[in-house]
T-cell receptor, first 114, second 116 residues
Framework: AQTVTQSQPEMSVQEAETVTLSCTYD???????LFWYKQPPSRQMILVIR??????QNATENRFSVNFQKAAKSFSLKISDSQLGDAAMYFC???????????FGKGTRLHILP | DTGVSQNPRHKITKRGQNVTFRCDPI?????LYWYRQTLGQGPEFLTY????????KSRLLSDRFSAERPKGSFSTLEIQRTEQGDSAMYLC??????????????FGSGTQLSVL
């Protein structure tokens, strides 16, 4: 079975600074996706970034980038130039390519300090 | 693209009552998923459908829970004899093979269940 582990329940970062959220996962499958989702107080799940496992190049989306280490099964999220609107729960997630089922980690609550 | 719709948004019920939630996926999506999320935790997978067939169920889905997707369109999740531990946000998501885009799964806004 696939598992996703986020070891940081909460993190804080000063506005405009950079923060990295950690995630590890376990799987025996070869084709899969990895995601970072943001969940603000509205509880709507918002996709931040996605990484295909077959791609070596790390995904980037504006201020968000990932460090994908496939052999180590590590998938961290870096947020640059943190903004107050980035404050939310962040979930690392594993997605099966064959049926799109997603498994979530327990989340990291990110606080942005003005 | 009208998105995934869930009703009701909020449900308050007394312990022992039955409740039913509805999810309307994006119209062309053939896969539909149910998740449960308690406060401060990540969503936990409950079950998923491909068209009208229920292909996988989590151990979390006890005998009191039943999900259906008649005709492969909308889905319902029923909880019988609710318990206080059932209080959670129930999220629905859908995906499809045609026009697959970045998001893979599209989530609804959820149904918040409170069992008193």
């Amino acid at each position: 079975a696939q598992t996703v582990t986020q070891s940081q329940p909460e993190m804080s970062v000063q506005e405009a600074e950079t923060v990295t959220l950690s995630c590890t996962y376990d799987t025996s499958e070869s084709d899969y996706y990895l995601f970072w989702y943001k969940q603000p107080p509205s509880r709507q799940m918002i996709l931040v970034i996605r990484q295909e496992a077959y791609k070596q190049q790390n995904a980037t989306e504006n201020r968000f980038s990932v460090n994908f280490q496939k052999a180590a099964k590590s998938f961290s999220l870096k947020i640059s130039d943190s903004q107050l609107g980035d404050a939310a729960m962040y979930f690392c997630a594993y997605g099966r390519d064959r049926d799109d089922k997603i498994i979530f980690g327990k989340g990291t609550r990110l606080h942005i300090l003005p | 693209d009208t998105g995934v719709s869930q009703n009701p948004r909020h449900k308050i019920t007394k312990r022992g009552q039955n409740v039913t939630f509805r999810c309307d996926p994006i119209s062309e999506h053939n896969r539909l998923y149910w998740y449960r999320q308690t406060l401060g935790q990540g969503p936990e997978f409950l079950t998923y459908f491909q068209n009208e067939a229920q292909l996988e169920k989590s151990r979390l889905l006890s005998d009191r829970f039943s999900a259906e997707r008649p005709k492969g369109s909308f889905s319902t999740l029923e909880i019988q004899r609710t318990e206080q531990g059932d209080s959670a946000m129930y999220l629905c998501a859908s995906s499809g093979d045609r026009g697959r885009r970045r998001e893979k799964l599209f989530f609804g806004s959820g149904t918040q269940l409170s069992v008193l």
